[in-house]
Nanobody, 123 residues
Framework: EVQLVESGGGLVQAGGSLRLSCAAS????????IGWFRQAPGKEREGVSR????????YYADSVKGRFTISSDNAKNTVYLQMNSLKPEDTAVYYC????????????????WGQGTRVTVSS
């Protein structure tokens, strides 16, 4: 069992920055995939970024590429999403999700989800 807790959300002005954290506890993985998702009111959940510990590969949605950076601190069992040059359209609840890498590779699904942290970007 893995628990994920997001933090770092808040209210910022357009052009500002936030760093979201996703802290894992309980049973953790040696080889994992962490994904960041967001969901704005009335919109579908969308994938924002993904990190695979097995090879260090990353993924970014086109809408955030060049502005967001995913990173990890294995000693703290924490994955971060640095968000720069924030835009009002980035406003959403942000969720992190995790899976064992092999399970993700087989299923294409995440097994664990956090509760979310709200990001509001004002114009």
């Amino acid at each position: 069992e893995v628990q994920l807790v997001e933090s770092g959300g808040g209210l910022v002005q357009a052009g500002g920055s936030l760093r979201l954290s996703c802290a894992a506890s309980g049973s953790t993985f040696d080889d994992y995939v962490i994904g960041w998702f967001r969901q704005a009111p009335g919109k579908e959940r969308e994938g924002v970024s993904r990190f695979s510990s097995s090879d260090g590969t990353t993924y970014y949605a086109d809408s955030v590429k060049g502005r967001f950076t995913i990173s990890s601190d294995n000693a703290k069992n924490t994955v971060y999403l640095q968000m720069n040059s924030l835009k009002p359209e980035d406003t959403a609840v942000y969720y992190c999700a995790a899976s064992d890498y092999s399970e993700y590779a087989l299923k294409g699904e995440y097994d664990y989800w956090g509760q979310g942290t709200r990001v509001t970007v004002s114009s």
